[in-house]
Each structure stands twice: as structure tokens, then as C-alpha cells.
């Protein structure tokens, strides 16, 4: 099996890059994330390899970066989901934003990625929020803005029935004016701020 590929950058598609390593074309299905990140043709190119072996299929899927690969092989191990809906949803939306979407239990993030609906949504969250618990995410996910709370905060209002926007624009006044914030505290007040 191929992990690994180092070489140069012979063509560029939308979602695929075939690279030259020693002579020899590999054709690579990348997510847009990777595809935009990596350079232009004749540019040195290092991806992870995920080799996907089928009866009438040899693919090859690419990622710059550990998380991307790590999502990609939670996601095909989810009944239903091949390799081509794992790549289009890491396409939808950054790894990190989907970790923390997953990890918040978020549908209504999840379902702004084309071709996820409500039930696939929540099929995500049910089968990957506990093996996603590991996975380290940048600090900027409980910065002081309160990143952690904020998304649990709002998933808890959007349980509850309020829309959003309203979730939203209550959060952000709360958050302003509260140095450290805590789930009870918080919640408390933007329900306060929403009644009004």
C-alpha cells in the first residue's frame, strides 16, 4: 500500500492532482483544503496517502495534514460514507471547524456542507463525537472568547427552540461583557437577553 508520495506537481484539477515521483504519474483525489493549499504545476509536493482498494478501483487519496487524513479514515469507516463523501465533506469545511462542529453536536453547521443533510448530520455526530474526543484541536478552540462554551452554549439554544441569529447576536453581547465564561453563566444570561 502507498502512504506516502514526494515529488513534483505535473497537473492540477478541481480535486485531483496527478504527481510525478521518479518518473511515474500518480494520480491523487485531494480535498479543496490540500488542493488550494499545495502549489502550482511543477511545484514540490509531500501528501499522506490513504490507498483505497475496490474489485474495480485502485485510488489514491491525499492530504497535507494529519487531522485531514485521521477525519477522512473516521469518515469511510461510517456505514454509508465512501471515500468520495468523506473527501466532499472535508471539502465543505475546514478539518478544525468540523471537529468542533461534530464535538458540539452542531447540525445546523453541519448541514451548511453540500450534500450533508439533517440525518447524515446527525449520523457524524452519533458515530464520530467520541472517537473525535482524542484529537487535538488549535487553542484558538477555547481562546477568551470562550470558543468551547460558546458552541455548547448555543447547540444547548438551538435544542431549546431558538432560532440562530437570535442565539447568536444574545451570545455575542453576553460574551462581551463576561471575562470568564462558564456554560451555567452564560446560558443564564443570553436566556435573560433573549426574553427581552
Not at 504527481?19 to 511515474?24: E, F, H, L, P
Not at 475496490?54 to 494529519?66: I, K, M, N, S
Not at 485531514?68 to 469518515?75: G, N, P, V
Not at 439533517?118 to 472568547?145: H, M, N, Q
Amino acid at each position: 500500500m502507498i502512504a506516502h508520495l514526494s515529488g513534483t506537481i505535473l497537473e492540477k484539477h478541481v480535486q485531483r492532482l496527478v504527481i510525478d515521483v521518479a518518473g511515474v504519474g500518480y494520480d491523487v483525489h485531494v480535498p479543496l483544503s490540500t488542493f488550494y493549499g499545495v502549489g502550482e504545476p511543477g511545484a514540490s509536493v509531500q501528501l499522506r496517502i490513504h490507498t483505497h482498494v475496490r474489485e474495480d478501483a485502485f485510488q489514491l487519496f491525499g492530504f497535507a495534514t494529519p487531522l485531514e487524513q485521521t477525519l477522512f479514515l473516521r469518515l469511510i469507516a461510517i456505514n454509508g460514507i465512501g471515500p468520495k463523501a468523506a473527501l466532499a465533506v472535508l471539502s465543505g469545511i475546514e478539518a478544525q471547524d468540523l471537529v468542533r462542529a461534530i464535538r458540539a453536536g452542531d447540525v445546523g453547521r453541519l448541514t451548511t456542507i453540500p450534500g450533508v443533510g439533517k440525518k447524515t448530520a446527525e449520523r457524524l455526530i452519533v458515530e464520530l463525537r467520541d472517537r473525535l474526543s482524542a484529537l487535538a484541536t488549535e487553542p484558538a478552540a477555547t481562546d477568551a472568547t470562550g470558543g468551547d462554551v460558546r458552541s455548547d452554549v448555543l447547540s444547548a439554544l438551538a435544542n431549546l427552540g431558538y432560532q440562530r441569529a437570535a442565539a447568536e447576536k444574545a451570545a455575542e453581547k453576553v460574551f462581551s461583557r463576561t471575562p470568564s465564561p462558564t456554560f451555567e453563566a452564560v446560558l443564564r444570561e443570553i436566556l435573560k437577553e433573549l426574553a427581552r
